[in-house]
């Protein structure tokens, strides 16, 4: 069975920093791309960021760039969300998520973990 | 990329049709374009990629259609355990954006 399991969300000051884990389990980790989606309370879903399977490509919207780093470490299983300088619009939960690619078929979102809440306030 | 939906809620009765829409303000190459449902509470669950390919464990009442600009998503005989909220996403173009959701709820 798959299982993604984000961690680290909590209640920060704006301007603050965190660090966001989601370990997987149960796939090749290393064969997906890997994705951050955010959902601000009460509203709707919104892409943050995603990385190749290697590593080598990362991708952001732009309203986080500069402040969010995204990296992942495939001998662990584990993907990381790096947060700075953190505002009060990044309030949210934070999803991690997949995507399979094959060829030039493409599957997003096709396993997701349950969520772990990131707060900006003073 | 922004894609816009139609209608923002959906009232509707068990047993009826749904009819979502989904429109992109570019050409979505690929069709990359996928439908997600969420219920309270609960992550998004994949329900169609590549604009009509249902996803793993997905009952086949649940179709998608279109090219281009223009997507749709079919809900047949609607069950209890449809009503929710559906958001279209596109996934092939940088950054990957999500429409504003429909909330399907019950009549």
């Known amino acids: 069975e798959v299982q993604l399991v984000e961690s680290g969300g909590a209640l920060v000051q704006p301007g603050g920093s965190l660090r966001l884990s989601c370990a997987a389990s149960?796939?090749?980790?290393?064969?997906?791309?890997m994705n951050w989606v955010r959902q601000a309370p009460g509203k709707g879903l919104e892409w943050v960021a995603n990385?190749?399977?290697?590593?080598?490509?990362?991708y952001y919207v732009d309203s986080v760039k500069g402040r969010f780093t995204i990296s992942r470490d495939n001998g662990k299983n584990v993907l990381y969300l790096q947060m700075n300088n953190l505002r009060v619009e990044d309030t949210a939960v934070y999803y991690c998520a997949t995507t399979t690619i094959f060829g030039l078929t493409m599957i997003p979102g096709e396993h997701w973990g349950q969520g772990t809440l990131v707060t900006v306030s003073s | 990329i922004v894609v816009t939906q139609s209608p923002g809620t959906l009232s509707l009765s068990p047993g009826e049709r749904a009819t979502l829409s989904c429109r992109a303000s570019?050409?979505?190459?690929?069709?990359?374009l996928a439908w997600f449902q969420q219920k309270p509470g609960q992550a998004p669950r994949l329900l169609i990629y590549?604009?009509?390919r249902r996803a793993t464990g997905i009952p086949d009442r649940f179709s998608g259609n279109g090219s281009g600009t223009d997507f749709t998503l079919t809900i047949n005989r609607l069950e209890p355990e449809d009503f929710a909220v559906y958001y279209c996403h596109q996934y092939g173009n940088s950054p990957l954006t999500f429409g504003q959701g429909t909330r399907l709820d019950i009549k």
């Open positions: 990385i190749k399977q290697d590593g080598s490509e990362e």
């Open positions: 149960g796939l090749t980790f290393s064969a997906y791309w």
């Open positions: 570019q050409s979505l190459s690929g069709s990359y």
């Open positions: 590549g604009a009509s």
